[in-house]
């Protein structure tokens, strides 16, 4: 499987951008795809994620309400709408597939990753 992220750039603080993930190969259904970001100096620290069996989704606390993660089974691909963007939200925005059977924010336990997107929210 190969992920491809993309959608980042700059935008002012209060604005929007939606990220795209698309990924290449089969996603199965205990799958689990998620976003993690990185910024300079930190961590990599989980954003969202979503399964591809039964659609539950899960945030961050720092995201939760400003960002929704969705997914076109259709067309292997999920979205994070990032809404309400502030400075803290900069970094560089990775997507990921869990191939397990049990939905992690861990990104230790992600198999496969895109190249990053950056997102840079000026204030």
């Known amino acids: 499987v190969q992920l491809q992220a993309s959608g980042g750039g700059l935008v002012q603080a209060g604005g929007s951008l939606r990220l795209s993930c698309a990924a290449s190969?089969?996603?199965?259904?205990?799958?689990?795809i998620g976003w993690f970001r990185q910024a300079p100096g930190k961590e990599r620290e989980f954003v969202a994620r979503?399964?591809?069996?039964?659609?539950?989704?899960f945030y961050s606390d720092s995201v939760k309400g400003r960002f929704t993660i969705s997914r076109s089974a259709a067309e292997n691909t999920v979205y994070l709408q990032m809404n309400s963007l502030k400075p803290e939200d900069t970094a560089v925005y990775y997507c990921?597939?869990?191939?397990?059977?049990?939905?992690?924010?861990?990104?230790?336990?992600?198999?496969?990753w895109g190249k990053g997107t950056q997102v840079t929210v000026s204030s």
């Open positions: 190969g089969v996603i199965y259904s205990s799958n689990t």
């Open positions: 990921a597939l869990d191939t397990g059977d049990y939905s992690t924010p861990e990104a230790g336990r992600y198999d496969y």
């Open positions: 979503v399964t591809w069996r039964n659609y539950r989704r």
